[in-house]
T-cell receptor, first 114, second 114 residues
Framework: KAGVTQTPRYLIKTRGQQVTLSCSPI?????VSWYQQTPGQGLQFLFE???????NKGNFPGRFSGRQFSNSRSEMNVSTLELGDSALYLC?????????????FGEGSRLTVL | GQQVMQIPQYQHVQEGEDFTTYCNSS?????IQWYKQRPGGHPVFLIQ?????EVKKQKRLTFQFGEAKKNSSLHITATQTTDVGTYFC??????????????FGTGTLLAVQP
């Protein structure tokens, strides 16, 4: 069974640009969550999607947005990039919504903003 | 706001020594999960504890959930070089909430010298 796939794995952007990151969950998993990981702030929750609906949102500015498609694949977008957005963005899937246990993380998309 | 702290931040041990990391939440948790992240890798689920005072073992790893469900610990007996990584605890942001919105602890980085 394939794991969670995130693309791209690495990317470099400049301030003011926007970026779109993609996540394909494990087959059959309907819940997708996004986390930002930085050395200073650690792992912070961005959003959770289930059946194309955003169930929860973390404390991030409106520049951070996401969506989920009917096939459970998810994308997140960051507009007007700032230096502080440099981070590892991790996607995690689980079979269904709710804190039912294990989150399966992808390898992440490492974003560098110059 | 809700916070989850871990101590120590960093621990360096000789191979064969024991290791313990402690996790403390500012609020009661309905359950707690533990993840391991190898250097350059992504978080990998280790275990979930649900009941007050619960103790679970996985080979050399022992996990405990406090009676008040506000703290937890992970103990590794006779560390090996394969144990190297950062250990995170995580709990749902809202007690009893049906969400995969986890708040992660600050993490403990374990280094093992052969």
């Amino acid at each position: 069974k394939a794991g969670v796939t995130q693309t791209p794995r690495y990317l470099i952007k400049t301030r003011g640009q926007q970026v779109t990151l993609s996540c394909s969950p494990i087959s059959g998993h309907r819940s997708v969550s996004w986390y930002q990981q930085t050395p200073g702030q650690g792992l912070q929750f961005l959003f959770e999607y289930f059946s194309e609906t955003q169930r929860n949102k973390g404390n991030f500015p409106g520049r951070f947005s996401g969506r989920q498609f009917s096939n459970s694949r998810s994308e997140m977008n960051v507009s007007t990039l700032e230096l502080g957005d440099s981070a590892l963005y991790l996607c995690a899937s689980s079979p269904r919504g709710g804190n039912t246990g294990e989150l399966f993380f992808g390898e992440g998309s490492r974003l560098t903003v110059l | 706001g809700q916070q989850v702290m871990q101590i120590p931040q960093y621990q360096h041990v000789q191979e064969g020594e024991d290791f313990t990391t402690y996790c403390n939440s500012s609020t009661t948790l309905s359950n707690i999960q533990w993840y391991k992240q190898r250097p350059g890798g992504h978080p990998v689920f280790l275990i979930q504890l649900v009941k007050s005072g619960e103790v679970k073992k996985q080979k050399r790893l022992t996990f405990q959930f406090g009676e008040a469900k506000k703290n937890s610990s992970l103990h590794i007996t006779a560390t090996q070089t394969t144990d190297v990584g950062t250990y995170f605890c995580a709990g749902p942001r809202d007690y009893g909430g049906a969400t995969n919105k986890l708040i992660f602890g600050t993490g403990t980085l374990l280094a093992v010298q052969p």
